[in-house]
C-alpha cells in the first residue's frame, strides 16, 4: 500500500469510526473499496492493514453479515478471497429508508410524553423524518435509472 492508499483507508477509517464502526472495520472496507486486485485473502488483508490475523476474521465476518463484502473463490486456489460486494452501496442507500421510517415512528412516539414548551425537539424530527420518507424513494428511483443508463 503506498502513501497515497494508506492515507485514503485512514481518511474512510476516520469517518466510519465516528459513527461507531471499529477502526479494524472501516479500514478493511477503505482498502477493499481501492485495492487491486479487488479480491484478498485474509492474511493479505492482515499484512496489508497490518492488523491481527483474528481481527480480520472477526471483522471480515461482520462485512459479510451486513452484505457489504463477499467471499469467492478463484478457481485454483483453495483460500477463500473477499471482496466488495458490486452494489453494496446502492443496497446501502436504498435501505436507508428504513432507518429514515424508524425515525418517524420514534418521533410519532413521542406524542404521549411531548415536551409541552418545546416540542420542536421532538416536532423537528417527525417533519424531516417524513420529507425524507416521501422523498426518498423517487430519488432512489431516479438514482437507479441514472445508474442504468450509465449517468452518475
Do not use: N
Amino acid at each position: 500500500m503506498d502513501d497515497a492508499q494508506h492515507q485514503y483507508v485512514d481518511k474512510v477509517a476516520t469517518f466510519f469510526t465516528m459513527f461507531g464502526s471499529t477502526r479494524a472495520w472501516a479500514e478493511i472496507l477503505g482498502w477493499l473499496m481501492i485495492c487491486e486486485p479487488a479480491e484478498r485473502t485474509q492474511a493479505e488483508l492482515a499484512e496489508d492493514l497490518g492488523l491481527s490475523a483474528g481481527t480480520v476474521s472477526t471483522q471480515l465476518r461482520t462485512h459479510v453479515q451486513l452484505g457489504m463484502v463477499e467471499q469467492v473463490r478463484v478457481r485454483g486456489e483453495r483460500v477463500q478471497r473477499y471482496r466488495l460486494k458490486p452494489g453494496a452501496w446502492r443496497e446501502v442507500m436504498t435501505s436507508e429508508l428504513g432507518r429514515i421510517q424508524a425515525l418517524g415512528d420514534l418521533a410519532s412516539a413521542a406524542a404521549p410524553v411531548m415536551p409541552g414548551d418545546r416540542p420542536d425537539r421532538v416536532t423537528e424530527l417527525g417533519d424531516l423524518a417524513g420529507f425524507f420518507a416521501r422523498e426518498w424513494p423517487p430519488l432512489m428511483a431516479r438514482m437507479t435509472a441514472e445508474l442504468e443508463k450509465g449517468t452518475p
